[in-house]
């Protein structure tokens, strides 16, 4: 791969990884920086609602259903355990990911080593070597993204349940 600067062009791939990784921390750096001038100037104000989320158990069916929706695809997080395989031995796994996936509901932690993620270049449109026509995509674990589809559907349960239970609250 090469990537031009200017009129610079790059083919060293440690330089390469230097100067995408500079980019897309300053590109994330200048989004932050918007959204908050957007909040300040958007002063919402969230209404208090009684009712608490109950976080259900996981069940070693949820985590089956779960993994079987998976796409399966080669690539993998920095664990470098592909969803494919997760999908293969998901009937040998399905008791202690769950049992994890409870603990971590339960205590409310969201393990550090799931939250690490492959950051890969993915080319957009345009000079194919120009960083500008590249955007990050993070590639995070399997397990972490379960733990996440886990929550999801915990909390939509809530908020369908809350809007069928009184449909004249707003949220905000």
Known sequence: MELRIGNKTISNPTEITEKLNI???????????QNNNRRSDNNLEIKHCPNS??????????VISLTKRLKGKPTAGYDDIPESVVKQCVQLIKGPSAHIYNVSLNSGVF????????????????????????????????????LESLMYNRIISFFIQEQDFDRSSKWF
Request: overall charge neutral.
């Open 23 to 33: 980019h897309f921390i300053s590109t994330v750096e200048e989004l932050v920086k």
């Open 53 to 62: 989320l109950f976080i259900y158990p996981v069940t070693e069916e949820e």
């Open 111 to 146: 393990p550090d080593e799931w939250k690490t993620a492959k950051v890969k270049p993915l080319y957009k449109k345009g000079d194919k070597y120009d960083m500008l026509n590249c955007r990050p995509i993070a590639v995070t674990p399997v397990f972490a993204k379960l």
